[in-house]
């Protein structure tokens, strides 16, 4: 596609459910970056993916959080048993190379945990 | 590690007139690179304009620049001449080169361009 994607738009699920959330990054980035941005607040690093490997996952805040890419296009963000906490905007940017180059984001997913 | 600061939660400007957004950040490095995203509402992020920090010109990008003091660690936007669309949420972020996957923010500043 022409500019990162996530699906879904929006979630919401109730507490100690698991969901998924799906980052489809712009055709031939291999950077790949989770964020968390909870309500007036700026994003929150979470983890960053060169190719299919995480290059940095210290911004999981806990075991409850993993993400993956397994083939290098496609990132899913895994939440297990939520938490009314992870409420939040769950955004993924992807770029050509590293974080120094320029990052395109998606639109974000709002989560909602009730 | 590394801090970034945004000290204005909310500016207004209007239409037309020159607004400039404040930024510092914290850190101990020497090679890193600092950007401006804004924010509209529909919540995707957008690259405003990029600065190295070896270089001590400073970015310009049509009415966007930034004025960047690497001594005093700070990185301000101006916008000049400013228009409706430009009314959004501006992050200041900051990238080490030495581990240019992640990116720290501020926590934003709430633009608004009056009529």
């Known amino acids: 596609g022409a500019g990162v994607s996530q699906t879904p738009s929006n979630k919401v699920t109730e507490k100690g459910k698991y969901v998924e959330l799906r980052c489809d990054p712009i055709?031939?980035?291999?950077?790949l970056y989770w964020y968390r941005q909870s309500l007036g607040q700026g994003p929150e690093f979470l983890i960053y993916?060169?190719?299919?490997?995480?290059?940095?996952d210290s911004g999981l805040p806990n075991d409850r959080f993993f993400a993956v890419r397994p083939e290098g296009s496609v990132s899913t963000l895994k939440i297990q048993r939520t938490e009314r906490g992870d409420s939040a905007v769950y955004l993924c940017?992807?770029?050509?190379?590293?974080?120094?180059?320029?990052?395109?984001f998606g639109q974000g997913t709002r989560l909602t945990v009730v | 590690a590394q801090t970034v600061t945004q000290s204005q939660p909310e500016m207004s400007v209007q239409e037309a007139e020159t607004v400039t957004l404040s930024c510092t950040y914290d850190?101990?490095?020497?090679?890193?690179?600092l950007f401006w995203y804004k924010q509209p509402p529909s919540r995707q992020m957008i690259l405003v304009i990029r600065?190295?920090?070896?270089?001590?010109q400073n970015a310009t990008e049509n009415r966007f620049s930034v004025n960047f003091q690497k001594a005093a660690k700070s990185f301000s936007l101006k916008i000049s001449d400013s228009q409706l669309g430009d009314t959004a949420m501006y992050f200041c972020?900051?990238?080490?080169?030495?581990?240019?996957?992640?990116?720290?923010f501020g926590d934003g500043t709430t633009l608004t361009v009056k009529p």
């Open positions: 940017a992807s770029s050509l190379n590293r974080g120094n180059t320029e990052a395109f």
């Open positions: 055709s031939g980035h291999t950077a």
């Open positions: 993916f060169q190719g299919t490997g995480a290059a940095d």
């Open positions: 850190t101990s490095e020497n090679n890193y690179y």
């Open positions: 600065q190295e920090a070896y270089k001590q």
């Open positions: 972020a900051f990238i080490l080169n030495t581990n240019a996957g992640k990116s720290t």
